[in-house]
């Protein structure tokens, strides 16, 4: 299974397992991490969720290979089921903790900052690296980065690509606090515990009631999809996709 599911206690560990890809989000892998949200959702016992990923990464991303065939219906598609996952994440009752082990880009950070705390490691790095695929965020970034990490930070991330390191994602609040990366997934799921020993009512409505305050806004999400869709018609998107594949830089349309 795509999605390993390890419950401690009250804290319910889900590891993106998909490693030859550095868990990159296919469409069955986002299948399966919905369907165990799902499971979390209807489990009373559940207090709180710790997202990580198995091996060098969180997640690389949306998957290029599979993005690399898509026309702009697909790509709407594919808008379409990133989003429902990271707004699942957001809507779940229970706090979401992502455990970034590694890389988290694209797609990958878009997930993590659905999450409601993020922690990492020395071994953390964090990017938006459409625009070197000739694409712009689709699954959120552009909506939920500068809400976190403010809007020139969020700028400097998506405009340029670039990795940011751990010491830097802490800096930037892009994560709450670092940890040993042996002792990264057992913080985690002690963050978890705490949050379990609280009342799950109150928890619940802060989560709620933060989200509302400064959640990113339906229609804007909306828009970043149409976005995100309509630039498949455009030869960066290819010529991006084709270099990262081939291993090679691209050579962008005038
Ligand atoms: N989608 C599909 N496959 C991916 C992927 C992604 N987002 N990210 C990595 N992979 C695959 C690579 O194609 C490679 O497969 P291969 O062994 O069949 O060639 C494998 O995972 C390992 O990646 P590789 O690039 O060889 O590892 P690396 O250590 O040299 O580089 C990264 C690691 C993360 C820097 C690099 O893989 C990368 O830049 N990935 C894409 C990140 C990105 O742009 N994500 C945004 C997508 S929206």
Known sequence: ??????????????????????????????????????????DPGVRAVVLTGAGRAFSAGADIARMAGMDVDGAREFAALGHGMCDAIEALGVPVIAAINGFALGGGCEVALACDIRVGSERTKMAQPEVTLGIPPGWGGTQRLPRIVGEGAAKRMILTGEMVGAEEALAMGLVSSLHPPDDLLDAAVAMGGTIAAASPSAVALSKALIHDALGARPALLEAEAEAFARQFAHPDRREGMEAFLGKRPPDWAA
């Not at 296919?26 to 959702?41: H, K």
């Open 1 to 42: 299974m795509p999605v390993v599911r390890d419950r401690r206690g009250a804290v319910q560990v889900l590891v993106l397992d998909r490693q030859d890809a550095l868990n990159a989000f296919s469409p069955e892998l986002i299948g399966d991490l919905r369907a165990a949200l799902d499971e979390v959702a209807a």
